[in-house]
């Protein structure tokens, strides 16, 4: 039991994860900063607009809650079970000196410094390359999709949505990490050796700290923070993945990445942020916030999938 409320409580205290309370707080301040300077709103009414009960208290919101405290302990007791980030690590390694044997070595010309951050940089991209693929499978694989609809059936957003999840879901997205981190990891001590460092701020990955710090616990909520145009070219602003999670017809499958909106736009499932666009969150057919549906329902639906796929 004593894990299991460390590992609840690390979910708010450490800055490797969004959830993080400095971020909610840099997330906080922005919100009333969007809506007093961009939206003309009063200092108070923007604040209880931030913190509207209707929102953090509805029925939506507080399944988000129970979710997050079940899946935290089944998690817990599942993720021994999982392959580890040191075991497929090691493999690799190994794989690759079977391959070659000789180890070239490359950027030995290099300082520590560079190759730290390159190092850095290449793990941020290919990990947020890897979140935008799975992503877009969870939508296009009907077997995954109906997993990944607890996810989108969230009917008000809050920064606890993005822990909406099956633990279906949680597993793929846990074994994701596993395969980037192995393989970033792997391939650069490979051929650069031990000098492989992430360039680090209280303790994560700075690129990290910068998206968590610029709002990015916004992108689940109802504050519609909007990039300029030329920005969300590259970066996607809280209001595009709020479209994400839109029930019109018109912004399904859009927007599926999480920092870039790049692949998005490679993959042509990108959309712009709309400016004063009253969205509705949910699925148009969505189940009842209970938490037994939410768990038990997704299995029945993807076993239908695969009945229907064996029968035709």
């Known amino acids: 039991m004593a894990e299991y409320w460390q590992q609840l409580t690390d979910i708010f205290i450490n ?73 497929l690590a090691t493999v690799l390694f190994y794989q690759l000196y079977e391959w070659m044997p000789s180890r070239p070595t490359v950027l030995s010309q290099w300082s520590d410094g560079a190759v730290g951050l390159l190092f850095t940089t290449v793990y941020f991209v290919v990990d947020d390359f890897s979140r935008f693929y799975v992503h877009r499978l969870l939508h296009r694989w009907p077997v ?19 822990l909406r999840t099956h633990p279906v879901e949680a597993i793929l997205f846990s074994l994701r990490t596993v395969f980037v981190q192995a393989i970033v990891v792997t391939l650069f001590i490979f051929f650069v050796g031990d000098r492989v460092s992430l360039v680090m701020v209280l303790g994560a990955n700075i690129f990290a700290v910068v998206f ?13 923070l909007r990039y300029p145009r030329w920005l969300e070219k590259v970066l996607l602003s809280p209001a595009q993945h709020q479209i994400h999670h839109s029930v019109d017809v018109l912004h399904h499958d859009k927007n599926f990445g999480v920092v870039f909106s790049i692949w998005d736009r490679v993959w042509g499932c990108f959309a712009h942020s709309e400016k004063n666009k009253a969205l509705v969150f949910g699925l148009d057919h969505a189940p009842k916030h209970n938490l037994i549906s939410t768990y038990c329902y997704p299995f029945k639906e993807s076993f239908l999938v695969i009945k229907n796929r064996l029968v035709n």
């Open 144 to 162: 995954l999709w109906a997993f990944h609809k607890v996810h989108h059936s969230a009917e008000t957003l809050t920064p606890i949505t993005v």
């Open 212 to 224: 968590n710090s610029i709002g990015s616990n916004l992108r689940h909520s109802h504050i519609a």
């Open 15 to 87: 800055p490797q994860k969004r959830l993080f309370l400095g971020y909610l707080l840099l997330a906080f301040i922005l919100a009333v900063i969007w809506l007093t300077a961009f939206k003309r709103y009063h200092f108070v009414p923007a604040i209880k607009t931030v913190l509207a009960k209707k929102v953090w208290w509805s029925a939506s919101a507080r399944l988000d809650y129970q979710l997050l405290l079940v899946n935290r302990f089944l998690m817990l007791l599942l993720s021994p079970l999982l392959l580890s980030q040191l075991a």
